[in-house]
């Protein structure tokens, strides 16, 4: 059975442990000369100073050959977030293409990310003149200076509503090379990339930390509205915008997360902020998780270690392909192939980790973010 499992996993699966759909596929349009349509980013900031600087000074070196502004929204932030935002730009002589909001309480019904979001778009909409494209994109990732026009030449080229790049996230500490190679490996698995690519298929993925997004697509799909709700924000616009157009997501070594994870418990805190979010706050989808996780992950060590024969053998096998199934995620991060044999044990900490998402829902603290508990607006759908 747990065979069975990973075959279909390694063969049917979108192909999705093979990290194949990247933003240097060749596939993203030429960079001919154009008219080139305008671009806003809107970054949602809440207490990131740490980061925020780097953040906008990156946007703001953006080799793009069209007009582009950023869109700062502080939310409520107490660390002088705004400030370094604006020092930022000032110091690149750039300070007349930065634009900070100053963020509004948060209404009932909305996610605090999504409600700092739709400010930026309201506030994108009254420009002169009102951008083409919206890039959202979070206050702690770093752009290499070309990302953006290709970016733009790839969703020029194929008519997408929403091109997205999955961020290369800090893998630095003990934890982050035990758990971020994993969690994008998981992620795949759960959206596989060419799925979400293919226009005949309903599955529907985007990464948060970069999305490209046709403005007025967005617009006729309901704005950021339609998902004030969520916590898996990124993969609600996704679905639904591919409703009105085609999308696209791919991983990139470009585009970097600076926030950093250094201990279990940041990586934990991560995870549980929307892991129940994702099975829907059903305790029925909850147990199926465990159970499946525990067939898939656990079953082939426990056959390894403690059955005989042909059992042993298959459940040998099976742990071999699944640690070759994280190798290409593994090069993606320049990591040990030796930490792919660490999978089922880290699959086992994620397992709890998603039953302490439940746990803190239960106590009323679920999608805990920046001292906000958001995860009771689900009930408001």
């Known amino acids: 059975m747990v065979l069975l499992i990973w075959l279909y996993l390694l063969a049917a699966r979108g192909g999705f442990w093979l990290s194949a759909q990247r933003d240097d596929d060749g ?25 925020v600087g780097a953040t906008v000074a990156s946007l703001l070196r953006q080799a793009y050959p069209g007009a582009f502004i950023v869109i700062l929204v502080d939310d409520q932030s107490r660390d002088g977030t705004a400030q370094v935002a604006r020092d930022a730009a000032v110091a690149l002589g750039a300070g007349d293409r930065l634009t900070v909001v100053a963020g509004r309480a948060l209404p009932a019904g909305w996610t605090g990310k999504l409600w700092a979001q739709q400010q930026g778009v309201e506030l994108a909409a009254t420009l002169p003149q009102p951008p083409d494209y919206l890039l959202f994109t979070d206050a702690d990732i770093v752009y290499e200076p070309q990302v953006l026009t290709d970016l733009v030449a790839r ?9 997205s790049l999955m961020v290369k996230l800090r893998c630095q500490s003990f934890a982050e090379r035990l758990f971020v190679p994993a969690f994008i490996f998981f992620f795949q698995m759960l959206y596989p990339f060419a799925w979400a690519n293919d226009p005949r298929r309903a ?46 997501l791919g991983l990139t070594a470009r585009v970097h997360s600076i926030r950093p994870y250094p201990s279990f418990g940041d990586i934990r805190r991560m995870v549980a902020r929307s892991a129940y979010a994702q099975l829907n706050y059903s305790p029925l989808l909850l147990g199926g998780t465990v159970l499946g996780l525990a067939l898939t992950y656990l079953a082939p060590v426990a056959l390894t270690f403690f059955a005989d024969g042909v059992a042993q053998y298959l459940g040998l096998v099976t742990w071999i392909a699944m640690a070759y199934a994280l190798q290409p995620t593994l090069r993606l991060y320049g990591l040990s192939r030796l930490w792919g044999l660490a999978l089922p044990a880290i699959a086992a900490i994620y397992m709890a980790f998603t039953l302490d998402s439940a746990y803190q829902h239960a106590r009323g603290r679920g999608g805990m973010w920046k001292g906000r508990a958001q995860a009771n607006v689900s009930e408001l759908r």
């Open 203 to 248: 599955t529907a993925a985007a990464a948060g930390g970069c999305m490209l997004v046709r403005r007025e697509v967005l617009r006729d799909a309901g704005g950021m509205a339609a998902i004030r709700t969520a916590l898996i924000d990124d993969c609600a616009l996704a679905k639904n915008l591919k409703q009105h157009g085609p999308i696209w």
């Open 155 to 163: 969703a020029q080229a194929h008519g997408l509503v929403l091109t």
């Open 27 to 51: 596939a993203g349009g030429a960079r001919a000369e154009r008219i080139w349509p305008t671009v806003a980013a809107v970054v949602p900031a809440r207490d990131e100073a740490a980061c």
